[in-house]
């Protein structure tokens, strides 16, 4: 069966800090892989997706960037973190070609302070 | 912009039905999705109904979806307080509602 893993859960960091947010998917291969924000409040904004390694579509510009160095692991970083940048990050996956039913990760909540 | 749209909040007592409403935007959508986050978690697919359809029942769970009027609902029948979560409607360009929050009371 297929699975998900997004880590940390939780992360602390103050402004101008760096970031890496992993997530890997196990079970399947060639997946479609997103990065998705969500504010207090406030639904899901798309950030990235990528349909195979090192392909990487944008979705809003901003101060955060995504790679994808194997089919199945897809990091989002930046390079100085701002208080903007506070959120629940979730990461998902879904079949290529498919229905596009998405399958979610934990998240991870973000505090820049 | 294009947005997904859907009430914030909606509180039923348990044992009733409830009804959560979404507008979408994109009428080329080829499935339509309903999922449900549960505090401090991911999301999870609930149910979806595929474009050519104007009706899904799936247990206590009925969506019916307007094609018209871009509109979409999820029926959740004899609701019961784990129920009590965050449900999304989404399209099928990764464009998601803000998200109703169902709260159930005994």
């Not at chain 1, 090192?54 to 897809?74: K, Y």
Request: hydrophobic residues 35%.
């Amino acid at each position: 069966s297929q699975t998900i893993h997004q880590w940390p859960a939780t992360l602390v960091q103050p402004v101008g800090s760096p970031l890496s947010l992993e997530c890997t998917v196990e079970g399947t291969s060639n997946p479609n892989l997103y990065w998705y924000r969500q504010a207090a409040g406030r639904g899901l904004q798309l950030l990235f997706y990528s349909v195979g390694i090192g392909q990487i579509s944008s979705e809003v510009p901003q101060n955060l960037s995504a790679s994808r160095p194997q089919d199945r692991q897809f990091i989002l970083s930046s390079k100085k973190l701002l208080l903007s940048d506070s959120g629940f990050y979730l990461c998902a996956w879904s079949v290529s070609g498919g229905r596009n039913i998405q399958y979610f990760g934990a998240g991870t909540r973000l505090s820049v302070l | 912009g294009e947005d997904v749209e859907q009430s914030l909040f909606l509180s039923v007592r348990e044992g009733d039905s409830s009804v959560i409403n979404c507008t979408y935007t994109d009428s080329s959508s080829t499935y339509l999705y309903w999922y449900k986050q549960e505090p401090g978690a991911g999301l999870q697919l609930l149910t979806y109904i595929f474009s050519n359809m104007d009706m899904k029942q799936d247990q206590r769970l009925t969506v019916l979806l307007n094609k018209k009027d871009k509109h979409l609902s999820l029926r959740i029948a004899d609701t019961q307080t784990g129920d009590s979560a965050i449900y999304f409607c989404a399209e099928s360009n990764m464009r998601f509602g803000a998200g109703t929050r169902l709260t159930v009371k005994p």
